[in-house]
């Protein structure tokens, strides 16, 4: 189980989330079985969209991040519940490369910066809301703060990070989203940078202390409050009935070649792959029941 806290400071105008997300970080790496350098990438993405999916408040909403920067990773998508309960992937999980001069994992060259960031959020009303930003150096919580800057016009600072062990396992793993609030005085947004800049990196932060201690470094002088507190996991929504509706969505014709095969489908869920299996004569009964039915049902990529 990961945790997310929601707090706010500086006389309600700096609010700040934060994750530990170790236990998330390395369910993904377990089912997706990646490397190191898109651990930390798919790791950091799932922290940030972990909180943006929190703050949603609105029940059943989702939020789906998808960051395409010409790296060699290809896509990494991120899906959040509005609890903050997780789920994705990373196109290529395989990718190795060799660390930076600094020692540290090559995330920004692994997803690369020519491409975007792009941020639906599913209120369950009509239409999704979507923004999205140009990414800056592919290494996340930068492209986040722009995102917020671009899109949203916060003024804001995130931080994110993964520390991977020697033999692959997830040591640490988090981030925290600060905004601050219209009107904020600008002694408060000094005092605030000195401070994110003396905490440094998240990781060393949770290393040492843990969520809590991590807040009150960061807001330090602010007297910070907490607000809230969940618990998040990694979390896939897939079931069987979604499967069926997802094939349904594919076109008759297709439909009508896999029965033609006479073969069972194998379906696998991209987020934790599980495979659902499905015989010609359940096919059939999936076309019949979208023949049945007046209107197309839109097309779903995989599984969910
Ligand atoms: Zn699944």
Sequence with gaps: MGELVRAIAGDGFIKMAAVETADVT?????????????????????AATSMLGNALKADGASVTVRINGGGPIGSIVAVSDDRGNVRGYA???HVDLPLRADGKLDVGGAVGRNGMLSVIRDLRMKEPYVGGAALVSGEIAEDFTAYFA???QTPSACA???????????????????????GAPDALLDGLERNIAEAGAVTGMLVQGNLDSMVARVLDGFEPKILERDTVEYRCSCSRTRVADALAGIGKEELEDMEREGKPVEVTCQFCDTVYVFT?????EIRDARAGEAGEKPSAEGAE
């Design 91 to 93: 196109q290529n999980p």
């Design 160 to 182: 994110l990070g993964v520390l991977v062990d020697r033999d692959q396992h997830v040591l640490a793993s988090g981030g925290y989203i600060i905004q601050l609030l219209p």
């Design 26 to 46: 390395e369910r993904a790496r377990q089912i997706h079985k990646t490397l190191p350098v898109v651990t930390a990438a798919l790791g950091r993405t799932l």
């Design 280 to 284: 010609p004569g359940e096919i059939r």
């Design 150 to 152: 671009e899109s949203e």
